[in-house]
């Protein structure tokens, strides 16, 4: 088993809150990702899953058992840090099995739990080899090995891809994706990178200021963000956010540069609207939701991010087929995918449309 609850768990240092009275329960096998700007916590709670960190307040419960107060060996975690912390002087083999020889296991155990990590993740080749005969993706999966060998009930990774390339970095998401599906263990990483959150997770928390402003599935937040922390952190490019009120006839004015049929399912008063750049498209003047004059267009291959600038709206940006043919400097009108957009009140929570 593998469950993870944390209940009002809290950091202070001194007088300054680090983690807030965060509750959260992670199921045996689930892929959580914690996710949030710089300075929001997220490496701290790790730390105090871990144990590295002593919880100030609330207790960490894993399989049901308190272990606020117990050492990090006592709680069976593996963690992977962002550095991977090998021994220059060792073989990957010796790497790899060290944790298990200061734990006096016999030999013959030894090599053959290194032999069935290494065999996982493609290692067997370079058992012999020393650190610096690696690439940097090779010595992150010898990291990786040597959590493995220890059949920990659950995997913490803190930021692990993060001195990687960006080529690198795709092969070892794919690594990791691959590794959760075949030990089915339950696994918490902490990422500032979107792209790893959306691919890896089953679950996505967003923490800002030591507190859980969401958390769901990577579709559930890209979709439908609980608020407009939530709706600009996740998605890249991020999401436009125009502001906007309710008319005496219902209706979503833009600032009065254009009007939205958008039923709501209360009273509420919507001051900002929400819309991903693939979720609006390019029109004629006349036919959009509003216009705005072609500042900037940015080829991408598959589609070309066109950036409208309007007087009132500020800079927008519309995801258009990679053909646009919109120059700069022209009049263009913008449609919204009035099912597609969010709104948010005056204190940034999202409203709900009927629709």
């Known amino acids: 088993m593998g469950t993870i609850s944390l209940r009002k768990a809290g950091k202070q240092y001194g007088t300054v809150e680090i983690i807030r009275d ?24 790790l730390r ?12 960490i419960l894993i399989d049901g058992d308190d272990v606020t107060a117990a050492s990090p060996v006592e709680r069976k975690l593996a963690m992977v840090f962002q550095s991977y ?15 298990l020889k200061l734990a006096k296991l016999p030999a013959g155990t030894v090599k053959a739990k290194v032999d069935a990590a290494a065999d996982t993740l493609k290692l067997t080749p370079l058992l012999d080899r020393y650190p610096k005969e690696l690439s ?11 959590a493995i060998v220890r059949e920990p009930v659950g995997f913490l990774f803190d930021e692990p ?8 970095r795709v092969d070892m998401r794919l690594e990791i994706a691959k590794l959760h599906r075949t030990l089915g263990a339950t696994m918490i990483y902490v990422t500032h990178d979107q792209v790893e959150a959306m691919t890896l997770a089953d679950r996505i928390v967003v923490l800002k200021d030591g507190s859980v402003m969401q958390q769901g599935t990577p579709n559930e937040l890209y979709q439908k963000p609980a608020n407009l922390f939530v709706a600009q952190f996740i998605g890249s490019p991020k999401m436009n956010v125009l502001p906007c009120r309710r008319n005496g006839h219902g209706q979503i004015d833009l600032s009065g540069e254009g009007l939205m049929e958008v039923p709501l399912t209360s009273n509420a008063a919507p001051v900002q609207l929400g819309a991903r750049p693939e979720h609006l498209s390019l029109v ?4 959009g939701h509003c216009r705005g004059t072609v500042e900037a267009s940015e080829y991408l291959g598959g589609t070309t991010s066109v950036f409208v600038r309007n007087p009132k709206l500020g800079l927008i940006n519309v995801s258009a087929p990679a053909d646009n043919v919109y120059g700069i400097g ?4 913008i449609r919204i995918d009035d099912l597609r957009l969010s709104l948010f009140d005056e204190v940034g929570a999202a409203i709900k449309a009927a629709c």
Do not use: W
């Open 22 to 45: 965060l509750d959260l329960e992670i199921a045996n096998g689930e892929f959580v990702v914690i996710v949030g700007p710089s300075g929001c916590g997220k490496s701290t709670l």
């Open 48 to 59: 105090m899953i871990a144990g590295l960190e002593q919880t100030t307040s609330g207790q």
């Open 85 to 99: 912390a090998l021994y220059p002087h060792m073989t990957v083999r010796q790497n790899m099995g060290f944790g």
């Open 136 to 146: 940097g993706g090779q010595r992150q999966r010898v990291a990786i090995g040597r």
């Open 161 to 168: 891809l993060s001195n990687l390339d960006a080529a690198l």
């Open 284 to 287: 004629a003047p006349e036919s």
């Open 330 to 333: 022209e009049t263009v009108g």
